[in-house]
């Protein structure tokens, strides 16, 4: 989010940002803004209250949001919540921007908008005609959607996390272990067999496994919920960062943010980072080889390292703050 709003704003927007988080995701991808910059709304400290006291993704909105909302703003950007994406669908009358950073296997996002149960609701989105949008963060989420989404894909691309610029190009690999990310572990039926792959995969190699977790892991290699500086200095000195996700269409942020640090990223040939970039180095045709390449840069192979991190520009390059910038413009109609 700090990444996508500041580029709303360098673009001539000004972004109001929800202030009530949903409840139950505490730990995981959520965030307020800090420091929002509401002087550039130019809203009366009344209709601000109201924006800023409002549950977006847990309540319908009220006809007093609605008429502030279609009053004072050109667009809205909305996840796929039930209550926050049927509202602007059905109410607002600028452009609605759903965005979506992939699903798991071949499930799309209809299957969601079904889910709910909302009458009516795929008549409102037919009616929004070109206003709405089906934000893509990547140019394959589309090929599993119904028309009602494919014909209105926009590919928004994800742009790399801004906060560990701060330390690019930190590597040092000195620690010796393979590093992963793997969250809500014996709290999530997708995540826990990722997890017991994992330490299957790297059984005898010095590892390490980082991510929100809600209840304690009886194993001394996961590290739950590192502070940042911790996280950076996990990046900086790993001989590999593994990612074992196969999803042709999703991508957790870890591993870019390991090859903004500079890490060796290894990950799986037809999962999205391969299919963004084919065939560089780090790709790996199943587990099997990734434990071999994890093995062999664990074991200080100064040659294989410098090979993957070579692709490391190449691989990063989706994810340019300048590509984002520019299909943001394109779709607002803003000369970047």
């Not at 709303?8 to 991808?29: D, H, I, K, Q, Y």
């Not at 798991?104 to 908008?113: D, S």
């Not at 200080?300 to 994810?319: C, K, S």
Request: proline residues 10%; contains cysteine; glycine residues 8%.
């Amino acid at each position: 989010m700090p990444d996508e709003v500041a580029i709303l704003r360098s673009l001539g927007f000004a972004v109001f940002t929800p202030r009530v988080l949903p409840r139950g995701l505490e730990g995981r991808s959520t965030a307020i803004e800090q420091d929002p910059d509401d002087a550039a709304l130019d809203l009366p400290p009344e209709t601000r209250a109201v924006l800023e006291a409002f549950p977006f993704y847990e309540r319908r909105w009220t006809p007093t949001l609605t008429s502030i909302l279609n009053e004072h703003f050109e667009a809205v950007v909305t996840a796929f919540y039930p209550e926050c994406f049927s509202s602007a669908i059905q109410h607002f009358q600028g452009r609605v921007i759903a965005r979506c950073f992939g699903r798991e296997g071949t499930a799309n996002y209809r299957h969601w908008t079904s889910a709910w149960g909302l009458p009516d609701l795929e008549d409102h989105i037919e009616q929004a005609g070109e206003r709405y949008i089906f934000g893509q963060a990547y140019p394959f989420l589309a090929e599993v959607e119904p028309p009602l989404n494919a014909r209105h894909a926009f590919t928004l691309p994800l742009v790399r996390p801004g906060w560990v610029d701060a330390r690019r190009d930190s590597w040092n690999g000195a620690g010796g272990f393979v590093l992963l990310n793997i969250p809500l572990i014996g709290a999530s039926p997708y995540y826990q067999p990722i997890y017991e792959g994992a330490k299957a995969t790297f059984a005898g190699v010095p590892h390490r496994i980082f991510g929100h977790q809600p209840r304690p892991v009886a194993d001394p290699s996961v590290i739950a919920s590192p502070p940042d500086d911790e996280l950076l200095n996990l990046f900086a000195s790993c001989s590999a960062f593994a990612y074992t996700s196969s999803e042709p269409r999703h991508l957790h942020y870890p591993p870019v943010e390991a090859l903004v640090i500079g890490a060796p990223v290894l990950y799986l040939r037809g999962s999205l980072l391969d299919r963004l970039v084919p065939g560089l180095p780090g790709g790996c045709a199943d587990l099997a080889e990734m434990r071999a390449k994890a093995e062999a840069l664990v074991g200080g192979n100064t040659t294989l390292a410098a090979e993957i991190r070579a692709a490391a520009p190449a691989l990063l390059a989706p994810f340019a703050p300048e590509a984002a910038r520019a299909a943001w413009a394109n779709l607002l109609g803003v000369r970047s």
